[in-house]
């Protein structure tokens, strides 16, 4: 349930405050919500207040899942679209004038943190994303009468596409002040490492995927022999339009082969464009983004679910790709471009690797994959992926950096 104004506060348990960027803007919203998963989860562990910017359609205060959400405001409504519909970094590249956001963006969480901090008894913070969301927890947690640990989580963007001296000196800042630091994949420690942070303070903690109830095989469902299905949002480091340069090939071989395009994003026009001009619009279907219940009859269906990923050219990249084992979990079988995160899924026969940005090796690898009788996937492959267990591991995590005993 959502209630508007109703708060979600218990007194025996520690409070915690959740800053992040993405968020759900509403229960049922196709935006990721990977953050308010982990918060809604973590309830039973902490009395959660999530912090995030606000966006047309959207309440300033809300219940959502037992999660207190407080969404702020950081410039006229109808300007507030920096976050939503791609992504800070991409809606940055794409829009230029949004740079002018950033100021209010910033200060907006900064303020309303502070303000959160003095009137909801917060006792510790989770900051997604290192910049700005750890940098404001730095600097917040140092302040007289404010001190308090927290603990950032980097989730890619952050680390892969905000480049530069002075990034990266703020990402060791940020590291070096919290009390601990968690990261989606090893690949993304490594890059951490590169950069000179401290990393002994750096766990691997991927986010989650609901294997129990929602991303599951269903046998009764039959699948198809010909259809490919592309998940994520539209945008460069998605690799979409690799794979639809691939199609000419696929189709030279299998006619009969239909690729179903699932999300929105700025390179939606640019990708029917180049359907078009490679005459393959006819087997190419673009759905829009669709609820996450509605997901997994998709990946039921697909013979293939193929996730070209490439490096953009900001440096922006995955940084693990839990598509992958939704896909997984629902028994389907995966082709996925082989980057150092995504080496850390294991499909156990079911997943195969291509090099990034490669149009031709993709389709023979999809070809590859489609001429093979379907394997199942062994459930031990992608269990550490679960929910249940991710949240018990942050659960753990927090408490610790914060003091408090399991």
Sequence with gaps: MSQPGEKAMSADLPVLLV??????????????????ELSKR?????????????????????????VSVVRYRYAPRRMERLVSDGGIVENLRRD?????????????????????????????????????QGLIAAFLTSLPGTHMPYVVTSHGADLFALRGRMLDWLKRFVVRRAAAVTVVSGAMRDTLRNIGADTSKVAVLPMGVDLATRFTPDHDVPR?????????????????RHLIQAMP?????????????VGFGPEEAASRDLAEALGVSANVSFVG??????????????????APFVQAASGDQEGLGLVLVEALGCG???????????REVDGSGS????????PRLLAESILASLDHEHSPVPPVAIKTFDWSSRAAAYATLLRSAMGVRH
């Design 351 to 358: 997943l195969i690797r291509v090099p990034p940005g490669d």
């Design 96 to 132: 230029r004038w949004k740079l002018l956001l950033i100021p209010g963006f910033v200060l907006g969480q900064a303020w309303w943190a502070w303000r959160l901090m003095r009137t909801r008894k917060i006792q510790f913070v989770h900051a997604h994303w290192l910049i700005p």
């Design 332 to 342: 389907c079988r995966v082709v996925v471009s082989d980057l150092p995160a995504t």
């Design 19 to 36: 800053l992040a960027s993405t968020y759900p803007r509403w229960l049922g919203d196709h935006e990721p919500g990977f953050v308010h």
């Design 224 to 240: 198809a022999s010909n259809e490919l299905l592309f998940v994520g949002r539209l945008v460069e480091k998605k690799g979409l």
């Design 289 to 306: 983004a669709v609820k996450q219940e509605e997901l997994p009859a998709l990946y039921r269906r697909a013979a293939v679910f193929v």
């Design 42 to 66: 973590l309830t039973r562990h902490f009395t959660v207040v999530a912090l995030c910017p606000s966006a047309p359609g959207t309440v300033s205060e809300e219940v959502m899942d037992g």
């Design 249 to 261: 090939a696929i189709l030279q071989r299998r006619p009969d082969v239909t690729l179903t395009i």
